[in-house]
C-alpha cells in the first residue's frame, strides 16, 4: 500500500533537457531558491488582485503561503501547485462592496462573508468528486473537455494582458525601455545559460533588471530613482490587517457562483500539468478543489482574497521543466515569512513598475501558452466547427473582459468566458460524436 506522500527521489545531476517529475526532488539548496522564484512569478498578481479590492497585500501573501500548505496536504503533495490571490473575485467584490479602487475597502467585510461561502460550495463540489469519483469527473470531463479548459486557462493570460502591457509601457519612453530590457533580460537568461542559473531565469530576469534599472536611475540620472527609504523604515515583524465577515445575501449571491470559475480554473492548470509531465493527475481532482476550496474559507475568514492553482507558476514549471511538489513547500513557507514582514512588503513595493510590467509580459504570456500546450497535447481538432467556435468565443470574451451584470449577478471576462466556454459547447455538442466528419473550417478560403 502507497503512502498518502510521495517517497521523493533525489535528482543528482540534470541536462538541459531533462524536466524534474512531482515525485522527484533537488537538493535542499536548489528547492528553496526554486521556491523564491515561484513566489516572485506569484508574487505580482497576488498583490495586485488585493490591490485592485482594497484588500491588504501582506495578508494576501500570507494567506497564499498558508492556502498552498492546506492544498500541498489535501493532495498529498502529488500536485504541483501553487495557490494566489484569484482575479476571478475582483468583479464581483467591486460590485457588493462599491469600492472606488483607491485605498482601503472599507466595506470589505461583506465581500468576505461571499468569499467564504464560494469557497464552501468550492469544498463541497471538491468533497462530491472525491466520493463519486469517476461518475463525477465523467461529467465535470464531459462539460469542460480540452478544448474548454484550453481556452479558460489561455483566457487567464490574456485577460491579464492589458494589466501586464500598462505596466510595460509606463509613463514615459525611459519606462518603456526598462520594460523591454526585462523582457530581454528574461529571454537572455533563458536562451544562453544552462542548469539551475536557466531554470531561475524569471528570478534573475528580475533581479538583473532591478540593478540595470538603478545604474540608470540613480546614478546616471534617467527616470525616477529607486527610493530604499520606505525600506529603511520599514520593521522586520509585524502582522498584517486581519478582517471578520459579514454574511448577507446579496454579496453571497453574486460572490459563491465564482466557484464554477474556480473549477474550471483548477482543471485546467491539472490537466496542463499532465500535459506536461505526461503523469495523469485527474485522480486528485476531488482532493484539489477540496483543498483550493479550504484554502479559500480560511483565507476569507480573515480577511484574504480568494484563492485558486496559479497558471503564474504553471508557466514557470513549463520554462524551468521542474515540477518537483517539494518546491512549493519551500515556496509557501517562504511566503508565510515574507507576510509577517512590513520591510518585504516595503521592498517589493520599490521594484519599478516598468520592470515588474517586462516580468509580467513573459509570465501571463506563459499562461497563454500552457491552455495551447492543453490542445496540443490533448489533440484537439480545430477541423470541427463546435471546437473552432468555442475557443474562439472563449478567448475574445476573456481577452476583452466582456463583463455581464444581471441584477445583483455580476461576471467580469474571465467568468463571462468561462460559463460561455460551457454553455456554448454543451449547446453545440447536442448530438454530436467524436468521429463526426470534419465542418468545412472558415479558413479554407483563405
Known amino acids: 500500500m502507497s503512502s498518502f506522500f510521495p517517497t521523493w527521489r533525489k535528482v543528482d545531476t540534470l541536462s538541459p533537457n531533462d524536466y524534474v517529475k512531482p515525485d522527484e526532488r533537488l537538493s535542499i539548496g536548489q528547492s528553496a531558491v526554486m521556491g523564491v522564484q515561484h513566489v516572485v512569478a506569484m508574487f505580482g498578481s497576488t498583490v495586485l488582485a488585493p490591490l485592485l479590492m482594497g484588500f491588504d497585500a501582506n495578508?494576501?501573501?500570507?494567506?497564499?503561503?498558508?492556502?498552498?500548505?492546506?492544498?500541498?496536504?489535501?493532495?498529498?503533495?502529488?500536485?504541483?501547485?501553487?495557490?494566489?490571490?484569484?482575479?476571478?473575485?475582483?468583479?464581483?467584490?467591486?460590485?457588493?462592496?462599491?469600492?472606488?479602487?483607491?485605498?482601503?475597502?472599507?466595506?470589505?467585510?461583506?465581500?468576505?462573508?461571499?468569499?467564504?461561502?464560494?469557497?464552501?460550495?468550492?469544498?463541497?463540489?471538491?468533497?462530491l468528486v472525491t466520493v463519486m469519483g469517476s461518475k463525477i469527473v465523467a461529467i465535470i470531463e464531459k462539460l469542460m473537455p480540452p478544448v474548454v479548459?484550453?481556452?479558460?486557462?489561455?483566457?487567464?493570460?490574456?485577460n491579464l494582458a492589458p494589466i501586464a502591457a500598462k505596466g510595460a509601457m509606463g509613463n514615459s519612453n525611459f519606462e518603456l525601455a526598462m520594460a523591454l530590457m526585462t523582457i530581454f533580460c528574461v529571454g537572455l537568461v533563458a536562451v544562453f545559460t544552462r542548469g539551475m542559473i536557466q531554470r531561475l531565469l524569471i528570478l534573475?530576469?528580475?533581479?538583473?533588471?532591478s540593478v540595470v534599472y538603478y545604474i540608470f536611475a540613480n546614478i546616471l540620472g534617467f527616470g525616477t530613482p529607486i527610493n530604499f527609504e520606505s525600506v529603511a523604515q520599514a520593521s522586520w515583524f509585524g502582522l498584517p490587517q486581519f478582517t471578520t465577515p459579514t454574511f448577507e445575501w446579496s454579496a453571497i449571491s453574486v460572490i459563491a457562483p465564482v466557484a464554477v470559475i474556480l473549477v474550471a480554473e483548477n482543471l485546467?492548470?491539472?490537466?496542463?500539468?499532465?500535459a506536461m509531465t505526461g503523469k495523469p493527475l485527474d485522480k486528485y481532482l476531488g482532493r484539489a478543489f477540496l483543498g483550493d476550496g479550504i484554502a479559500t474559507m480560511v483565507s476569507g475568514s480573515v480577511g484574504g482574497t480568494g484563492v485558486t492553482t496559479y497558471a503564474e507558476n504553471i508557466g514557470v514549471m513549463a520554462v524551468t521543466r521542474i515540477f518537483s511538489t517539494l518546491i512549493f513547500l519551500f515556496a509557501a513557507i517562504f511566503a508565510i515569512f515574507l507576510g509577517f514582514s512590513p520591510k518585504f512588503g516595503a521592498l517589493i513595493h520599490i521594484i519599478p513598475g516598468a520592470v515588474l510590467g517586462g516580468v509580467s509580459v513573459v509570465v501571463f504570456g506563459l499562461i497563454v501558452i500552457a491552455g495551447a500546450r492543453i490542445w496540443v497535447v490533448n489533440q484537439v481538432d480545430f477541423s470541427h466547427n463546435k471546437n473552432l467556435i468555442v475557443a474562439a468565443v472563449t478567448m475574445i470574451l476573456g481577452g476583452g473582459d466582456f463583463s455581464v451584470t444581471l441584477g445583483s449577478f455580476s461576471l467580469n471576462g474571465i467568468g463571462t468566458a468561462t460559463?460561455?466556454?460551457?454553455?456554448?459547447?454543451?449547446?453545440?455538442?447536442?448530438?454530436?460524436?467524436n468521429n463526426e466528419k470534419k465542418d468545412d473550417s472558415p479558413f479554407d478560403s483563405v
Open 59 to 127: 495578508l494576501a501573501i500570507l494567506m497564499s503561503g498558508i492556502g498552498t500548505l492546506i492544498f500541498f496536504i489535501f493532495v498529498g503533495g502529488q500536485v504541483p501547485s501553487y495557490l494566489g490571490s484569484s482575479f476571478a473575485f475582483i468583479g464581483g467584490v467591486v460590485a457588493v462592496t462599491a469600492y472606488t479602487g483607491s485605498g482601503s475597502n472599507p466595506n470589505i467585510s461583506i465581500a468576505l462573508g461571499g468569499i467564504v461561502i464560494c469557497g464552501l460550495v468550492y469544498a463541497l463540489i471538491g468533497l
Open 268 to 274: 485546467g492548470h491539472i490537466r496542463a500539468v499532465s
Open 149 to 158: 479548459t484550453g481556452a479558460i486557462v489561455s483566457v487567464i493570460g490574456l
Open 419 to 433: 460559463f460561455a466556454a460551457i454553455i456554448l459547447y454543451a449547446i453545440l455538442n447536442m448530438g454530436t460524436k
Open 204 to 209: 534573475l530576469g528580475l533581479i538583473i533588471s
